[in-house]
């Protein structure tokens, strides 16, 4: 029970950030014609680097309280053949491709922080776009 009781903790914690990082990039992004939109960098520093890392790593300063290590996100082309899918990077942001340690109390999905699009379901909005953009500009040569 204790074990459970840490992840629980945790997790609440986790959610805890996730509604300040909400209302702080709400708070910076009005959705008005001539608002400054935060950057890819700016997104990944409100959303991700607590897990991820400053460097995208998968060794920010909550990765040795959580059950699974966030993945390193400067990674990703090579665990993919090579391949960076910004399709795939933005399916995993929103939770529209589950992964282990996603959206399941450890990784919160981050598609309705992130804003839905007119477009309707499949659109990626422009936050998820600068995140996915920002992520590909990290990735480690092979």
């Known amino acids: 029970m204790k074990g459970f009781a840490a992840r629980l903790t945790i997790t609440v914690a986790a959610v805890g ?3 300040v990082m909400t209302t702080r990039a709400a708070a910076q992004e009005t959705g008005q014609p001539g608002t400054v939109r935060p950057s890819g960098a700016t997104l990944f520093d409100d959303y991700c680097k607590s897990c991820h ?60 922080a ?7 379901a499949g659109a990626t909005s422009d936050k998820i776009t600068a995140l996915v953009n920002y992520l590909q500009s990290l990735q480690r040569k092979p």
Not at 114 to 120: A, D, L, P
């Open 17 to 19: 950030l996730a509604f």
């Open 53 to 112: 890392g400053v460097r995208a790593m998968g060794d920010g300063t909550l990765a040795p309280l959580l059950r699974k290590r966030p993945a390193d996100l400067t990674l990703i082309a090579q665990r993919n053949g090579g391949v960076f899918s910004p399709e795939m990077v933005a399916r995993i942001i929103d939770g529209r491709k589950p992964l282990a340690g996603h959206g399941g109390g450890d990784m919160p999905v981050w598609g309705e």
């Open 114 to 120: 992130f804003g839905k699009t007119s477009e309707g």
